[in-house]
């Protein structure tokens, strides 16, 4: 297998579970050494680090609330600290308490925001300064969804947000282009995560989801791999500002 990432550092937030997992495991496959942000589980963090040395690359993992900005600076310190250079930087760290519109808590909706959004944006901040001071470019890729482009029932406090992650990649393009360091998104449709499991725990919806989906399956958090190591890679070097539907072909599927 080319190995897409050779010598890179590549930092991927929320990365204890899930997509965020999957793209570090993904990122050490390709011959990076990954940091991984984590906020709570400690053995699921152990467990990513293990399997990112077990492929014969370093790791490391830092615990911390993406939602409270100084995680950022001390997630991209300790990174450079054990591995000298930040040159990918994954925002996957994300939130999704499903609810109701008209009685949405003023909590949840806050929490949301500050995780989803208010977390990526001091994150994406910490990480593209790190790239500057560096002075060779970099690539930064936000895990956006599908959401960002359509709406969701329950779903009218996280939706915005996602939209503001693909917002935000378009403007960090044109704020950091000119130091060669490239912003794009990539737009998971349902994937098969804890994000969703209590979602998707009702048959009906998840028949429904699945059948909204062309090629006839929901998704597994390793299809983000290969989207976002090649956002991540010298292959998409003249690609920023863009997003990339992992989808199954839902978003199409009007009829
Ligand atoms: P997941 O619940 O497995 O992963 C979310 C990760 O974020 C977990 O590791 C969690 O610990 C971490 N996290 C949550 N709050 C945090 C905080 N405050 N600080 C640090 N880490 C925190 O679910 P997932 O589906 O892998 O979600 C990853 C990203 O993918 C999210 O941003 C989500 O919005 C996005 N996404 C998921 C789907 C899907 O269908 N699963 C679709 C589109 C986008
Ligand atoms: C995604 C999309 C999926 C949902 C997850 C939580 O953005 O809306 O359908 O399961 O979020």
Request: aromatic letters at 6%; a negative charge.
């Amino acid at each position: 297998m080319t190995k897409l990432l050779e010598g890179k550092t590549v930092l991927v937030t929320g990365a204890s579970a899930g997509i965020g997992r999957a793209a570090a495991i993904g990122a050490a496959r390709h011959g990076a050494d990954v940091a991984i942000n984590f906020s709570r589980d400690v053995a699921g963090a152990e467990s990513a680090v293990a399997e990112i040395e077990k492929l014969g690359q370093r790791g490391l993992a830092v615990k911390g609330d993406v939602s409270d900005p100084e995680t950022a600076t001390d997630f991209v310190a300790r990174a450079v600290e054990a591995f000298g250079k930040v040159d990918v930087f994954v925002n996957n760290a994300g939130i999704c308490p499903f609810h109701a519109f008209l009685d949405m808590p003023v909590e949840t909706f806050e929490r949301t925001m500050r995780v989803n959004l208010h977390g990526a944006y001091f994150m994406v901040q910490a990480a593209a300064n790190q790239m500057v001071k560096q002075g060779h470019g970099g690539a930064i890729i936000a895990v956006s969804s599908i959401s960002a482009l359509v709406g969701g029932e329950y779903q009218t406090h996280y939706t915005p947000t996602k939209a503001g992650l693909h917002s935000l990649m378009q403007s960090t393009a044109i704020a950091l282009g000119r130091y060669g360091i490239r912003c794009n998104s990539v737009l998971p449709g349902t994937i098969l995560t804890d994000i969703n499991k209590d979602d998707l725990a009702d048959d009906e919806k998840r028949r429904y989801m699945e059948g909204r989906v062309p090629l006839g399956r929901l998704g597994q958090p390793d299809d983000l791999e290969g989207p976002i190591v090649f956002l991540a890679s010298d292959l998409a070097r003249y690609v920023t500002g863009a997003s990339l539907l992992v989808d199954g072909g839902a978003f199409v599927n009007l009829q």
